[in-house]
C-alpha cells in the first residue's frame, strides 16, 4: 500500500524507519520531511498544514493510509478536511479530528474531561484575561511551587514552574496581558503542584480497543541534573524501572479505560493515539497533559522496541481492527541523546555544515532539524538530531546513544551528558 506520513521532525524520521520494514508498504511518501525520510521514502515539496496539497497528493499517489506526525495538522483539522471528500472515504487516518485533539489543543478543554470523566489530575482553575484580577487572587492563596499552563499549543514551551508567588504573578501577567503565547496564552490553567516521578505512557487506539505501546521519561530542560529553560525534550529513556507491573495496571484502570470510554460517550471519534503524561505520586497516576499524538523524542526509544509490524498496527487502528492484532515488545532498553543548536530553547544559530553523521555505528540517527544544502548537510531547527542507542543492558544503550552524540559536529553543538543515569541509579 502506499503511505503518506505527516511531518518533519525526528519523530517523522522515525515513523518512517519502522514503517518502511513493513511487508506491507508498497511505496511511502513524506510531507514535507528531512534529509532522513528522504532515504526511506519521497519527501513532498508542501508543509503538512497545506490541506489541498494534502488532498491532491492522496489522489494523485492512491494513499491508502494517512498518519499524521505533529499536534498542528490535527488541531486544525485535516483528518476532517480529508474526510469531507467524497472521494477519500476509504483512506485510512492515523490521528484524530479536531474535536478530539482539543485534548492536547486545550489545556482547558483536557482538564474539563478529566473532571467529568474521573480520570485523576491535579486540581486546577482556568482565567482569561477578562478574570485576570480574579487569577492574581487566586494564585496568591495557592502553594508553592505554582503551575502555569498557556492553554493552547505553544511548541512544548507554554508550562511555567514558578518557585515564588512574585515569579507566578509575573508569568501570569505576561501570559494574559502581553500574549507571551500569542493566542495560545489567551487562556491560562493555574494547577497544583505534583510531586513525583514522571512517565510518559502511549495508547494507539481505533475508538474502542487499544494497545499500549513501551513507555518511556523524557528530559525537558535545558541542562543537566533537570536545570535550566524548558525545551521540546532533550532525551528519552524506554523502559522505566518504576513503571511496575502494578501501577501500570493502575494506569490501565484509572486513566486508559476511563479516557477511552470518556471519548465514546461525548461522541468523539478516535483513531490514533493518545500520549498520556503522568506524574506516579505516591504510587498513584495522575495525568499530567494528554497528547492527540505520539511525542517527540520519546517516539526514538518507543519504536525500536516494537518488534511487530508497525505498519500492520496503524492500519488497524485506522480501520477500527485491533481486536485482531497483537504487540510484542523488545525487552531491550533504548536511550536517545538529543543534539541541539547554540542558544537553543532561544534565539538559536542556523545553517551550520554537520559532519560525522556517517561515522556513527552504534546508534540510530533520527534527522530532527536538518536540511540539504549543496550536497551537504546543515542545521534547521533547534532540535536537530536525536541519536538513539539500544542493548540488553541500560548502561550499554546510554553509551551507544551518548558516544554518538559526541561523533556528530556541527558549530554551537549541545547536548545533555546525562540522559539516563537517573534511572541507572534508580535501578541499582
Known amino acids: 500500500m502506499n503511505v503518506l506520513l505527516l511531518g518533519s521532525g525526528g519523530r517523522e524520521h522515525a515513523f518512517a524507519w519502522k514503517i518502511s520494514q513493513s511487508p506491507l508498504l508498497s511505496q511511502l511518501y513524506i510531507a514535507p520531511g528531512n534529509p532522513g525520510t528522504a532515504q526511506l521514502g519521497i519527501n513532498l515539496p508542501f508543509g503538512y498544514a ?48 479536531a474535536l478530539g485533539a482539543q485534548l492536547e489543543g486545550s489545556k482547558d478543554f483536557s482538564k474539563n474531561f478529566m473532571h467529568a470523566h474521573g480520570v485523576p489530575t491535579a486540581a ?6 477578562e478574570t ?33 508567588h512574585a515569579e507566578a504573578e509575573k508569568a501570569f501577567k505576561e501570559m494574559i496581558y502581553d500574549a507571551k503565547f500569542g ?20 495508547v494507539l487506539t481505533d475508538g474502542e480497543n487499544y494497545v499500549v505501546l513501551p513507555e518511556a521519561k523524557d528530559y525537558k530542560r535545558i541542562g543537566e541534573n533537570d536545570e535550566g529553560l524548558n525545551t521540546g525534550g532533550m532525551g528519552a529513556v524506554s523502559p522505566v524501572p518504576f513503571a511496575t507491573e502494578r501501577f501500570m495496571e493502575l494506569v490501565k484502570q484509572k486513566v486508559i479505560e476511563p479516557t477511552i470510554q470518556g471519548l465514546k460517550s461525548d461522541n468523539i471519534p478516535y483513531q490514533g ?13 495522575y495525568v499530567i497533559e494528554y497528547n492527540a499524538r505520539m511525542g517527540d523524542p520519546e ?34 532498553y533504548a536511550v536517545t541523546t538529543m543534539v541541539v543548536a547554540g542558544g537553543y530553547p532561544e534565539d538559536y544559530r542556523k545553517g551550520d555544515i554537520m559532519s560525522g553523521i556517517e561515522k556513527v555505528e552504534e546508534a540510530l540517527v533520527f534527522h530532527a532539524g536538518t536540511r540539504e544544502q549543496d550536497g551537504q548537510i546543515v542545521t534547521s531547527g533547534g532540535r536537530v538530531m536525536a541519536l538513539t542507542g539500544t542493548s540488553n543492558t541500560l548502561e550499554r544503550a546510554i553509551q551507544k546513544s551518548q558516544r554518538a552524540a559526541q561523533t556528530i559536529q556541527f558549530e554551537g553543538k549541545n547536548f545533555r551528558r546525562d540522559i539516563g543515569l537517573d534511572v541507572l541509579r534508580y535501578k541499582s
Open 50 to 97: 497545506d490541506f489541498t496539497a494534502i488532498v491532491d497528493t492522496i489522489r494523485t499517489h492512491q494513499i491508502e493510509l494517512v498518519i499524521v506526525g505533529p499536534e498542528e495538522p490535527l488541531v486544525k483539522g485535516v483528518r476532517d478536511f480529508i474526510e469531507s471528500q467524497e472521494d477519500l472515504q476509504h483512506v485510512g487516518i492515523v490521528g484524530p479530528g
Open 124 to 129: 486546577s482553575r482556568t482565567f482569561t484575561k
Open 132 to 164: 485576570g484580577e480574579e487569577g492574581l487572587a487566586y494564585l496568591a492563596t495557592q502553594s508553592l511551587p505554582i503551575v502555569l499552563k498557556a492553554d493552547g499549543l505553544a511548541a512544548g514551551k507554554g508550562v511555567i514552574i514558578a518557585q515564588s
Open 183 to 202: 493566542e495560545a496564552s489567551s487562556k491560562v490553567v493555574i494547577e497544583q503542584f505534583l510531586r513525583g516521578i514522571e512517565l510518559s505512557v502511549f
Open 273 to 285: 493515539f493518545i500520549f498520556i503524561g503522568l506524574m506516579n505520586h505516591e504510587g498513584e497516576p
Open 299 to 332: 517516539t526514538e526509544v518507543v519504536l525500536p522496541r516494537i518488534e511487530s509490524d508497525f505498519l500492520s498496527l496503524l492500519l488497524a487502528a485506522a480501520r477500527g481492527e485491533l481486536k485482531n492484532e497483537s504487540l510484542q515488545i523488545s525487552n531491550q
